[in-house]
Nanobody, 123 residues
């Protein structure tokens, strides 16, 4: 069964760090782009970061320089490393798989979504 599943959320103080992980089934991981989305209360879901099988990445402007995205081929896992976290990063973070991204300005999510993991940044 093709699926993605994320983990690693939690509570952290402003300025702290968290790493999210997303395990994907082999067919999703090896051939499609993987993305991280987030949704804060009362706001639309937005793309935070994405990475293609070839390593092309895309980031939300507000997280550039603070977040990194990477892939571990041996583990079929995509990571979102979040540093210098701010209160405005508080949201439910979702892993997404199955996208096809060519490196341009537009990214369309794939059809595979994880259940979401809560990230709370507060003092």
């Amino acid at each position: 069964q093709e699926q993605v599943a994320e983990s690693g959320g939690g509570w952290v103080q402003p300025g702290g760090s968290l790493r999210l992980s997303c395990v994907a089934s082999g067919s999703i991981f090896s051939s499609t782009a993987m993305g991280w989305y987030r949704q804060a209360p009362g706001k639309q879901r937005e793309l935070v970061a994405a990475i293609t099988p070839g390593g092309t990445t895309k980031f939300l402007d507000s997280v550039k320089g603070r977040f990194t995205v990477s892939r571990d081929v041996a583990k079929n896992t995509v990571y979102l490393e979040m540093n210098s976290l701010k209160t405005e990063d508080t949201a439910i973070y979702y892993c997404n798989g199955g996208a096809h991204y060519n490196g341009g300005p537009y990214y369309t999510p794939g059809r595979f979504w994880g259940q979401g993991t809560q990230v709370t940044v507060s003092s």
